[in-house]
């Protein structure tokens, strides 16, 4: 049972992050209809510059104990690229999805050879260990702090996401700009300015996530791609535009990441496409998503 409890406990790490970087990729997707594939880079790029930013702190003589907040501030501070990304990609909004896919695509391969360039082609980890924060342990049970601490941000994410959303003014904006971007523009909105946040707001989610995951795995030039697809599975189980979608569908995502690797590790992709698989044949929505009339 005790081992259960921890593989159960490693698919909800795995899920909290995925879930992050899903959220953003649901929030670009429902708002600006752009199937965006470089949210795995971001993801990436999250997790290069994360690395990079706690190794100049130490030098500096902060406290190994601010690590979780200071992997969080340097997801934040990669905000910066979102604007000029989603200005490019404003000249293909209104063109075949294709364009979107090649143009995020080339994105994704333009993002690693930078990380090449800067980081170099070795995989890149943290010198500090994560479990600084300590161990619960009950029995066989054991879980670091580190990750429940990361499971709880994400549940506050989940939240907050949904709060502001559903309970703000700029969240009713975002919505009705989503539903009717022309009726928008018609009443005054300035959707380029929203096109813009939102675009950022995703490109936080996924840097974020990419930090946070550092104490715990080594960057590496092919993780863009790896979580990438993870990610367009968490979208197509949960169904693309739903916030309650990406959460469900990470969780189911994580935790059969999860049970894959312990008990059947050459399984680990062919279980998740085979979930993603019966839910096109059956629901091809998606579990929370609409059908298109």
């Known amino acids: 049972m005790s081992a259960f409890a921890n593989i159960v406990a490693g698919g909800v790490f795995h899920a909290a992050v995925l879930f992050l970087v899903a959220a953003g990729l649901q929030l670009v997707f429902g708002v600006q209809k752009i199937v965006n594939l470089a949210c795995g880079s971001f993801y990436a790029l999250g997790a290069y510059f994360g690395i990079t930013f706690i190794g100049y702190a130490h030098q500096f003589g902060v406290s190994e104990w601010l690590l979780l907040p200071g992997l969080v501030v340097s997801g934040i501070l990669l905000g910066f690229i979102g604007p000029p990304i989603e200005r490019l990609l404003r000249t293909v909004y209104d063109r075949d999805e294709s364009f979107q896919l090649l ?4 994105l994704v391969l333009m993002f690693e050879d930078v990380f090449k360039f800067v980081w170099g082609a070795n995989p890149r980890s943290l010198d500090s260990g994560y479990l600084i924060y300590g161990t619960i342990i009950a029995g066989d049970f054991s879980i670091p702090v580190y990750n429940l601490l990361v499971i709880t ?3 506050a994410v989940a939240t907050g996401l949904g709060a502001f959303l559903q309970g703000t003014n700029y969240g009713r ?3 009705a700009t989503a539903e009717n971007r022309a009726m ?4 005054g909105v300035n959707v380029r300015r929203i096109y813009a946040a939102v675009f950022t707001l995703g490109t936080v989610l996924g840097t974020t996530a990419g930090a946070l995951v550092v104490p715990t ?3 590496s030039l092919d993780m863009a791609i ?3 697809i993870e990610a367009f599975a968490v979208v197509v189980i949960g169904g693309l535009g739903s916030m309650r979608g990406a959460l469900a569908g990470a969780l189911i995502v994580g ?3 999860a049970l894959s690797i312990v008990f059947y590790p050459e ?3 062919l279980a998740i496409y085979l979930i993603v698989i019966a839910v096109l044949i059956f629901r091809p929505a998606g579990l929370f998503g609409r059908s298109l009339a």
Do not use: Y
């Open 153 to 155: 941000a994400a549940i």
């Open 255 to 257: 935790l059969i990441r």
């Open 226 to 228: 790896e979580f990438v």
């Open 217 to 219: 795995a080594a960057a």
């Open 103 to 106: 143009l995020t695509f080339a």
């Open 184 to 187: 928008a523009e018609a009443l």
């Open 267 to 269: 399984f680990e992709v």
């Open 173 to 175: 904006i975002l919505r």
